[in-house]
């Protein structure tokens, strides 16, 4: 059985940095990318990065691009997001998700091209 587990969100002010991380258990094989979403509320889920099996393609959402940097560690089975800057707007609930490719391909930030999901973390930036 998959299972996906986000950890270290909480409140921070704005400007401040949280490092989020995804432990992944369960996987028959690790040549999957993996992406990470934010959902607001009242608003739909929304793509915040995505990163190739091999950690050596990386994509980010334009709004936290040169704020965020999306990791892995293939050994620990760990995905990570160094969020750093950080902005009110970034307030959300954050979740990890295990994609049905290997690489972040041009749709990565689409929900459906991933098929395991964690059960988010909660993220609050203080203004």
């Known amino acids: 059985q998959v299972q996906v587990v986000e950890s270290g969100g909480g409140l921070v002010q704005a400007g401040g940095s949280l490092r989020l991380s995804c432990t992944v258990s369960?996987?028959?094989?690790?040549?999957?990318?993996m992406g990470w979403f934010r959902q607001a509320p009242g608003k739909e889920r929304e793509g915040v990065s995505c990163?190739?099996?091999?950690?050596?393609?990386?994509q980010y959402a334009g709004t936290v691009a040169g704020r965020f940097t999306i990791s892995r560690d293939t050994f620990k089975n760990t995905l990570y997001l160094q969020m750093n800057s950080l902005k009110p707007e970034d307030t959300g609930r954050y979740y990890c998700?295990?994609?049905?490719?290997?690489?972040?391909?041009?749709?990565?930030?689409?929900?459906?091209?991933?098929?395991?999901w964690g059960q988010g973390t909660q993220v609050t930036v203080s203004s």
């Open positions: 998700a295990i994609s049905t490719y290997s690489n972040c391909v041009g749709s990565w930030s689409l929900t459906d091209r991933y098929h395991y």
């Open positions: 990163i190739s099996w091999s950690g050596r393609g990386q």
């Open positions: 369960g996987t028959p094989r690790n040549d999957y990318a």
